[in-house]
């Protein structure tokens, strides 16, 4: 090629393409060229020619191959920190057809950079970071991360343009994330069509412990929300008033104190002055319907908890002599070998093989149990062949089988809780009735063993049953699968004679609570809560009083309420895939004023143990990796990763 002529460099803003990054575009005469920086190499540069043989030269191009990392880094920071990529959504991934990636050889040389289409943005730093920290949260990655080397040569080979952040930034970067996703949650809080529910959680480490509450509520699409408030780092021997005051401050903070119906807490008497002294002041200032009666709700979950404690620590000798006999015949393979022999000699088919339980989980005793009763027959046996063998006695065997068909019980109970992470109000009634029949029966037995064992569950199980029986019964009515008639059906079974005094009970709070939301919004009744005027907008309704008129005067010519009418309709068929929520969705226009009831109503945690912990025996423990942190950075964490998970 002739370069005699004059060489000039050309400027152009129509040179949009990536490629550009690493041509200069030069005219000699009439002709247009393509320079590259590496290697100083023409191409064709014309405008018509396109950039296809330009990145297939880059990517041969042993000069950029060989560039140093820091120099590519300098040159891209003078360009205001801008590196081209492929265009994408960030919710989306971008396809294979959109991105041509050159992977390097030797990343101790140098990176070389993937080539990309046309349609490209800037690589944005601080968007990077903010993922980064996004990612922390969410899956619960230690925060020092960014500082290991591995973490640091991975990033700086993937993007060399970022700029690796330090603990102390990632933490900034996780408080603005939270104070972002605060501001979202305040405003969809505030703008609840209906009540909200309360649950208040411990949450253990060794020696401290978090106080984590968090609002429950169905939004005004009918879908039942959870999100955690707040994740408080507390003293266990503070005093009730001081922990009942926290629980007030994130009230106020959160602006939901008058709009909180129920608050959910641990079956335990140590909760008992903090439900009190909460409910107190916000009776004080008239914020609960029923006078608060309804506002004290125990935990399902933690009940069979402690019912299920009582039961094992009964059992503790009769577990211990099993816990023995498996280790004695797991605790060499000839023992073993020894044990299947004597049990294909009997004909046991054993469906699950003698395992050892996790004391940390009460399913785990309560599997371990019923698999040594399948192979009870066999143990006699092996004592023959290993004298020092030592098997629980024929006594010890018939009380543990008792003992195994109380936890079967509760362990069927529990799994109908852990069976939907979205369980609505409605769906505990029938089955801690069934608990309360169930231990009736147990008070019953002539087995002084067993019948002195359910005595003590059933004491137990009446605190609660005092509690919480009746907000568990306003639920079920809720369900136009039963209405009154499963009140109806279990009160005599658990009343007998005084079941009629206590339906009536129910039936009173019902209509008390339905009146109580008809006062909250007296236009509902009439379908009138919001009007529009003749353009489309919404404006001043001249004729509210008449709505209010209207609404006084039904009352008193004892006009059929929604409750009426939907008690008195047939009930709805029984199916497997029935959604209550959705149905009250679809019948909200019909039942203006018990449709708000129910949205209160159903959306009380009557259970506030999550599926993954339902069965465990102590506290829920925090991620080892975030628990030394300070209690700001704490709560950011616990509070965003709840709320960019839901």
């Known amino acids: 090629m002739d370069m005699s002529e004059e060489v000039v460099t050309v400027s152009s803003s129509r040179l949009r393409s990536a490629v550009w990054n690493d041509f200069d575009r030069v005219k000699k005469g009439e002709t247009f ?9 023409m191409l064709n540069g014309s405008s018509t020619s396109g950039t296809t043989h330009l990145r297939n030269h880059l990517i041969r191009c042993r000069g950029r191959a060989n560039h140093d990392v820091n120099q590519l880094l300098t040159r891209g920071r003078r360009k205001q920190n801008t590196v081209a990529v492929t265009s994408y959504n960030y919710n989306q991934t971008p396809s294979k057809k959109e991105i041509v990636c050159v992977p390097s050889t030797n990343l101790e040389q140098g990176l070389r950079v993937g080539n990309v289409n046309e349609g490209s943005f800037y690589f944005d730093h601080r968007r990077s970071q ?7 949260i969410m899956h619960g990655y230690p925060l020092d991360m960014v500082e290991d080397i591995g973490f640091k040569r991975f990033v700086q ?21 939270y104070n972002k996703e605060k501001q979202k949650v305040y405003e969809e809080l505030d703008k ?15 020696e401290t412990e978090w106080l984590c509450l968090r609002a429950h509520y169905i939004d005004d699409s009918w879908e039942l929300k959870k999100k955690i408030l707040n994740f408080l780092a507390i003293d266990p021997s503070q005093a009730e008033d001081m922990l009942s005051e926290v629980i007030m401050t994130t009230l106020r903070n959160w602006d939901i104190d008058r709009k909180l119906f129920s608050l959910t807490i641990d079956d335990s008497s ?55 006999t498996i280790r004695h015949v797991k605790s060499s393979r000839e023992t073993q070998e020894k044990f299947d022999e004597i049990v294909q000699l009997v004909g046991i088919n054993g469906r699950k093989c003698l395992s050892l339980d996790s ?20 143990f006699p046996q092996l004592q023959e062949q290993d004298p020092d063998f030592v098997y629980p006695s024929s006594l010890d065997w018939d009380r543990l089988r008792a003992i195994t068909s109380i936890l079967k019980f509760f362990h069927e109970v529990s799994s109908v809780f852990a069976g939907n992470k979205h369980i609505t109000a409605n769906t505990y009634f029938a089955e801690i009735c069934d608990i309360h029949l169930q231990l009736i029966e147990w008070c019953q037995k002539s087995d002084d063993f067993i019948s002195s064992l359910a005595l003590k569950l059933k004491s137990k199980f009446d605190e609660y049953w005092k509690k919480c029986s009746l907000i568990m019964a306003i639920a079920a009515i809720l369900d136009p699968r039963f209405k009154m008639k499963l009140v109806e059906y279990y009160y005599p079974q658990i009343y007998g004679d005084s079941a009629p005094d206590c339906i009536e009970i129910v039936s009173k709070c019902m209509k008390a609570l339905y009146n109580g939301h008809a006062i909250y919004s007296p236009l509902a009744a009439h379908g009138q809560c919001s009007t529009s005027d003749s353009t489309g907008g919404v404006g001043k309704d001249r004729l509210t009083g008449f709505d209010r008129f209207l609404h006084e005067t039904s009352l008193s010519q004892h006009t059929k309420s929604d409750l009426d009418k939907y008690l008195e309709e047939p009930l709805f068929p029984r199916s497997i895939d029935f959604s209550i929520l959705n149905w009250w969705k679809v019948h909200e226009a019909r039942y203006p004023v018990l449709s708000m009831m129910a949205r209160n109503i159903l959306g009380i945690p009557i259970s506030k143990v999550s599926v993954e912990s339902l069965f465990d025996t102590g506290d829920r ?12 950075i704490l709560q950011a964490l616990m509070c965003s990763q709840d709320w960019m998970r839901n």
């Open 33 to 41: 060229y393509a320079t590259c920086r590496h290697c100083n190499r």
């Open 130 to 136: 903010l993922d980064l920290a996004r990612m922390i």
């Open 157 to 177: 080979n993937l993007q060399p343009l970022f700029d690796l952040v330090k603990v102390i930034g990632v933490e900034a970067d996780c408080m603005e994330i």
């Open 192 to 206: 609840l069509p209906g009540k909200i529910s309360l649950s208040a959680d411990r949450w253990a480490n060794g």
């Open 270 to 324: 140590t909760y008992d002055k903090i439900v009190s002294r909460i409910r107190d002041q916000l009776c004080q200032h008239r914020f609960l319907m029923c006078e608060g009666q309804l506002f004290d709700v125990r935990c399902a979950a933690s009940t069979v908890k402690l019912l299920v404690h009582d039961v094992l620590e009964t059992s503790r000798e009769i577990t211990n002599k099993v816990r023995e």
């Open 359 to 378: 004391q940390l989980q009460w399913n785990s005793t309560y599997m371990m149990l019923e698999v040594a009763l399948e192979y009870k027959d066999a």
């Open 621 to 632: 423990s925090l991620n080892h990796c975030w628990s030394s942190l300070k209690s700001d």
